[in-house]
């Protein structure tokens, strides 16, 4: 479970969990079709952050993994990461 849950602090780990997230989001929230693109955006960078920091939580309490500013650092890093990535095919679009 641990080994588990120290991949899932990582650019595609965090990823994995953004996009279950977010299929479960998209039917949970009918209205999200109709939110202009920046608020979707703002919501997935805040999640991508968000899925990283419970991640280190969850670390150090359930495998006691050590809880450090490097840590969190990291995770942030890796959510940005996985922001960036699920972004880069829209760059054009962008308003």
Known sequence: MCKVLLGAVSQSG???VLGFLLSWLVEWYPDWATLAPRVKRLVLLALCW???IV???VNWRLCGEPLSIEAFWAAL???FAAFTASQA???RKLE
């Open 55 to 57: 991640l280190v939580v």
């Open 50 to 52: 968000a899925i990283g």
């Open 89 to 91: 095919a829209h760059l």
């Open 77 to 79: 890093a890796a959510g």
């Open 14 to 16: 965090i990823a994995a």
